[in-house]
């Protein structure tokens, strides 16, 4: 329904979309800017740090055009509006992530995937195996189960603190912005509470230092870059149960 409706005035949509795309290429633009300046950020180049922004950027979008509305949640939560999706014969969840179904994030995916494409073709000192090219769409994908993952617990989280929408983009959105620098530039610290706290290395970190050739400044193991479809999984499963557990907890407003 959302996507007819959006489609019925197609000029605007293009345009939305297009200023989408736009918006969140200025992010890949201060880099540039960066490297006008220097040759090397972390020990990483230009392209190197592309491939990250493009797959962590695309792997993003993936996941807000599907889940991004569940940051809503709270607000249903506030003005019981949620009570009318507990009566439908359809999932809460998918019923939240379609409210107001935003095709304009395309966007987002258009421009991470154009960056993408860029640093691919400028990396063509890198010996591509067929296990890199593959590891490529693996990435990609497995980084959008991995941020569709924290979204839902974030809108898990919801249920219990009334409106924590922020809490969930700073790992969301903050985490891609992270991600898009080479982890040679943080604290061992944190890179040790985004592997094994919230996962977000798994995104585009440790497969792209694969794909790269580079080591891991944790010094994981190299086959640690094919476990970000499990760790997908793993990550799902509690946030499904969380969501679950906050559906059942719902009380209503009383009104």
């Known amino acids: 329904m959302w996507i007819r409706s959006t489609m019925t005035y197609r000029t605007s949509f293009f345009l939305s979309t297009f200023g989408n795309a736009a918006i969140t290429l200025l992010d890949f633009v201060a880099i540039t800017i960066m490297f006008s300046h220097v040759d090397e950020l972390g020990g990483f180049t230009l392209p190197e740090i592309a491939l990250l922004y493009g797959s962590c950027s695309a792997s993003l979008g993936l996941a807000d055009l599907l889940l991004g509305n569940t940051d809503r949640i709270g607000a249903r939560i506030r003005d019981g509006s949620l009570d009318t ?58 980084g959008a189960a991995i941020f569709g993952a924290v979204m839902v617990a974030g809108a898990a989280f919801q249920f219990l603190a009334g409106d924590a929408a ?15 620098y080479p982890p ?54 509690p946030a499904s149960l969380a ?11 009383g009104s």
């Open 85 to 142: 999706m507990l009566v439908r014969p359809v999932p809460v969840l998918a019923q939240v992530a379609a409210d107001r179904f935003a095709l304009r994030r395309l966007g987002r995916i258009v421009q991470g995937l154009a960056v993408l494409g860029w640093a691919v073709s400028e990396l063509d000192q890198l010996h591509w195996t067929v296990g890199k090219v593959l590891m490529v769409p693996v990435m990609i994908t497995a």
């Open 166 to 180: 922020e809490v969930q983009n700073s790992f969301t959105y903050g985490g891609c912005t992270m991600l898009q």
């Open 243 to 253: 969501w679950r557990a906050g559906v059942r907890s719902y009380r209503s407003t």
């Open 184 to 237: 040679t530039v943080f604290a061992k610290d944190l890179l040790r509470g985004v592997t094994f706290i919230v996962p977000l290395a798994f995104v585009n970190w440790l497969p792209a230092l694969y794909v790269l050739g580079r080591p891991d400044p944790l010094g994981l193991p190299g086959w640690v870059a094919y476990a970000s479809p499990l760790v997908a999984f793993v990550v799902f499963l």
